[in-house]
Nanobody, 124 residues
Framework: QLQLVESGGGLVQPGGSLRLSCAAS????????IAWFRQAPGKEREGVSY????????NYVDSVKGRFTISRDNAKNTVYLQMNSLKPEDTAVYYC?????????????????WGQGTQVTVSS
């Protein structure tokens, strides 16, 4: 059974950076496409970025393009989300999720395994 644990969240000022990590255990991570989602208070959980099993295919929601970068190190069983130029509207709980199979998507209903989330707060 795959387990995912996020880390790296925290409080950062607008314009700052954070790197989130999603560490997997229980199964080789390269079996799965991985995505990051986020959920702000009172809002739906939205897809932020995904990465294919090999790392060759990535995608981002428009609001983070040019600021966030997703990557993976299958040897370390870890996926990362580098977040730069953070804005207050990026404040949310960030979740990583894994999907069996090769085709990644930002549809949260397509994902089989979820981490517990890590809080990101962007505020001065």
């Amino acid at each position: 059974q795959l387990q995912l644990v996020e880390s790296g969240g925290g409080l950062v000022q607008p314009g700052g950076s954070l790197r989130l990590s999603c560490a997997a255990s229980g199964s080789p991570l390269d079996y799965y496409a991985i995505a990051w989602f986020r959920q702000a208070p009172g809002k739906e959980r939205e897809g932020v970025s995904y990465i294919s099993r090999s790392g060759g295919n990535t995608n981002y929601v428009d609001s983070v393009k040019g600021r966030f970068t997703i990557s993976r190190d299958n040897a370390k069983n870890t996926v990362y989300l580098q977040m730069n130029s953070l804005k207050p509207e990026d404040t949310a709980v960030y979740y990583c999720a894994a999907r069996v199979g090769s085709f990644p998507t930002l549809d949260k209903y397509k994902y089989d395994y979820w981490g517990q989330g890590t809080q990101v707060t962007v505020s001065s």
